[in-house]
């Protein structure tokens, strides 16, 4: 039976790795496994629709990702014709909403998977023996999830991954936690030892060659029974401190490093300084750790100065926002960051990821403690930082304040002067902005109240309206300074001002160590000072 013709779909989202998923099942359908025709395409490519396929697989990522998950499903379905049986979808966004796929009338017929590919073939991809599925038998290979990724099909794309040049592995997965705001308990369960990472690594090295760095995507590394014999084995693999990779014949060498892109739990990390010994005996850059909420604050801290003693000075943390917390406690993680840069003299950069519920096909989501404007004003000042919060003093004073009532006032703030600080702080928006600080601070409490919710209720093409909707002359007049510019007028700011990209330039974090996905470039609706700068910017 080998010889069939297998597309692999990635959704044409961005992404910072390669699906890992796909990967492993070309290399159950590829050369070294059942010898099959592998294609894999990025998006709604219009080259296959040429060609008759005999299986499609779809991978998903992100939930709010669902619109170009559901573009890439409906042109599976179309490539294959309208044969539903043909086409597989699976990945972290199927699984997380498995029933709302399942429920979509068009999408009748088509397997979704939920979970990980374990167990023989035939029954984790869901085959019908009955109807003699191609490779319905198949109950005595290995399991799929079990593969070595086949980085081969890298190649048949002219997306680049961020990070590609690496092994991606796993030495555990699961996590001891179950935090509400997390997927991994309901696509992983709980904390198990996997298969041996010096293995994927000696046959990936046969297969495709060595990989400079080491990604290892464990959710909870350090809670794993095995940690030390998994950080001894890193080591017998090469990645200590300072390791360089020189490829044969090439005569340059390469930095190493081992990333745990999950990042690592600081209330394990924080109850013996052993943790950050071991971590510190391989060529870890940078030191992932969540900070969710500052209720584990002393853990956190703690961890940061274990890491410092043993020398590991770059450092980097997820910040949820949107949960539980509101914008006071947001800023006190943060700025805690910049206390410790300036005492300890290292590096910790902080990457706030905003929270949305695992099963919510959108970015919408609102804490209860934030409103729609905060949130908004949130991510405007993380797209003009690239979504980095730097532990420097003058740079996070510039973006957020130096108090809890300076960074809730930037939040407040009309969003083309938050976008465009340097043009209202130093140029000709100078004028306009004193008037408008003038004019915030004769508010109330509860008239900023007001004026949030009213800033809060639509989209800011609609923001003519809000006026007519209160009968508070000052509201009134502050209003004026949030009505959208118009898109000359824009511009020329944009021309003018480029401060703020140029500090972000300098901050100098490489690609391949930020996070996955920070909703950067995400709209709930449409802002134009937002959507029309990078164009604007690049016309200049």
């Not at 099942?25 to 894999?40: L, S």
């Not at 001894?232 to 892109?261: C, H, M, W, Y």
């Not at 601070?441 to 989209?459: G, N």
Request: glycine share 6%.
């Amino acid at each position: 039976m080998a010889g069939k013709r297998i597309l692999l779909i990635e959704p044409g989202y961005k992404n910072k790795y390669p699906p890992l998923g796909l990967m492993k099942i070309a290399q159950y359908h590829g050369p070294n496994g059942k010898n099959d025709h592998v294609t894999f395409v990025k998006g709604e490519d219009p080259s296959v629709l040429s060609q008759a396929w005999d299986r499609i697989y779809v991978t998903t990522l992100f939930s709010f990702e669902y619109p170009k998950i559901s573009t890439s499903i409906d042109y599976a379905l179309k490539v294959a014709n309208g044969q539903a049986d043909k086409v597989f979808v699976g990945g972290i966004a199927a699984s997380l909403m498995h029933e709302r796929f399942l429920e979509e009338r068009r999408w009748q017929g088509v397997r979704f998977i939920k979970g990980l590919l374990t167990g023989p073939p035939a029954k984790a991809l869901q085959l019908d023996d009955f109807s003699e599925e191609l490779y319905s038998d198949d109950y005595s290979n290995t399991a799929i999830e079990d593969l070595v990724p086949d980085y081969s099909i890298l190649s048949q794309i002219d997306y680049e991954y961020p990070v590609r040049d690496a092994y991606f592995a796993y030495t555990s997965r699961g996590c001891i936690r179950k935090c509400h705001f997390c997927g991994v308990p309901k696509l992983e369960g709980m904390q198990r030892d996997v298969e041996s990472l010096t293995d994927i690594v000696r046959s990936i090295d046969e297969m495709y060659g060595p990989k400079k760095d080491l990604i290892l995507m464990d959710n909870n590394v350090v809670a794993s029974p095995r940690f030390k014999d998994i950080i001894a084995e890193i080591r017998d693999l090469g990645f200590t401190p300072g390791a360089k990779l020189t490829r044969p014949g090439s005569r340059v060498a390469v930095q190493r490093r081992v990333d745990f892109n999950q990042g690592v739990d600081a209330r394990i990390l924080c109850k013996d300084p052993m943790y950050l010994r071991e971590l510190a005996t391989i060529c870890l850059k940078p030191l992932r750790i969540a900070f969710d909420h500052l209720g584990v604050r002393k853990p956190y801290e703690q961890a940061v100065r274990y890491a410092h003693e043993h020398g590991l000075t770059e450092l980097s943390n997820y910040m949820l926002y949107n949960f539980h917390d509101d914008p006071a406690d947001l800023f006190e993680r943060m700025r805690l960051n910049v206390t410790l840069n300036e005492e300890l003299n290292i590096r910790v950069w902080s990457f706030p990821m905003r929270y949305q519920p695992t099963n919510r096909p959108d970015r919408g989501h609102i804490g209860d403690k934030w409103s729609r404007f905060e949130l908004r004003s949130m991510q405007i000042i993380l797209q003009a930082t690239h979504g980095v919060v730097s532990g420097e003093p003058t740079f996070f004073r510039r973006a957020f304040g130096d108090t809890v009532a300076e960074y809730e006032t930037i939040l407040m703030m009309p969003h083309d002067m938050i976008f465009n600080r340097d043009w209202y702080d130093k140029h000709d928006g100078r004028a306009e902005y004193d008037q408008y600080l003038s004019e915030a601070s004769r508010l109330s409490p509860e008239r900023r109240h007001e004026l949030k919710t009213l800033l809060s209720s639509c989209d800011p093409r609609h923001y003519h309206t809000l006026p007519g909707l209160t009968d508070d002359a000052g509201i009134q007049s502050i209003l004026q300074f949030y009505m959208p510019r118009a898109k000359d007028e824009l511009t020329t700011i944009w021309r003018k001002q480029a401060e703020w990209s140029a500090v972000a330039h300098a901050l100098n974090v490489p690609e391949d160590e930020r996070v996955e996905d920070a909703g950067l470039d995400a709209e709930e609706e449409p802002i134009v000072t937002v959507a029309e700068s990078a164009r604007a910017r690049k016309a200049a």
